[in-house]
């Protein structure tokens, strides 16, 4: 069968201060984060592979489980599994990078969750989390940012924008499917 080749826009999205931030609703149940350590990187690596499957990403999707240990025992990289009761409803990874930004790198929720009223109180956890987290000995951070794609779910980009974030680049891009 020969490749189709899919057309997609990439939104890069930012915020300069965690006063602009517009929280989302509480969620309709109580949300829980886990921190990802070396008993959790195996269930993090499922949660990945469960939210990106149905919007076919491919780079967090790609790495192994041992290519995720390594990567969040990193100390500029912080992960955490979010939680409705005993049940894994999503996933936040955060980079710290040069300069006091930090780049919200993978966050969404899985399939069963998806249109139940977590999205924006998630986006605005991670949020929060991306602007306090550092590294010792850093300054305060000065920006947040994240992109999307539009092969993401429909209401993601809608989503960013309705808790402060501002478009800053968009770009057109042919993808293999």
């Known amino acids: 069968m020969p490749t189709r080749i899919v057309d997609q826009t990439i939104t890069y999205l930012e915020m300069s201060s965690p006063d602009e931030l517009v929280p989302g609703r509480p969620p309709p149940q109580p949300m829980e984060l886990e921190r990802v350590d070396d008993a959790t990187v195996t269930l993090f690596h499922s949660t990945v592979l ?17 290519q995720w240990s390594e990567r969040l025992a990193r100390p500029d990289v912080l992960a955490w599994i979010a ?54 000995g850093d300054r305060p951070n000065r920006r947040v940012w994240l992109h999307t794609s539009s092969l993401d779910h429909p209401h993601a980009l ?20």
Do not use: C
Request: glycine share 12%; no cysteine; charged share 30%.
């Open 50 to 66: 469960r939210i990106g499957e149905p919007h076919g990403w491919t780079t967090p999707t790609a790495r192994s489980s041992e």
């Open 158 to 177: 809608a989503n960013y924008k309705r808790r402060g974030y501002r478009v800053f680049r968009s770009e057109r891009r042919p993808r293999p499917r």
């Open 83 to 136: 939680r409705v009761g005993n049940e894994v409803a999503g996933a936040i990874e955060l980079e710290l990078q040069p300069e006091g930004e930090v780049e919200i790198t993978m966050f969404g929720l899985v399939p069963e969750v998806v249109g139940r009223g977590f999205g924006g109180h998630l986006l605005t956890v991670a949020t929060r989390l991306a602007w306090d987290a550092r590294l010792p």
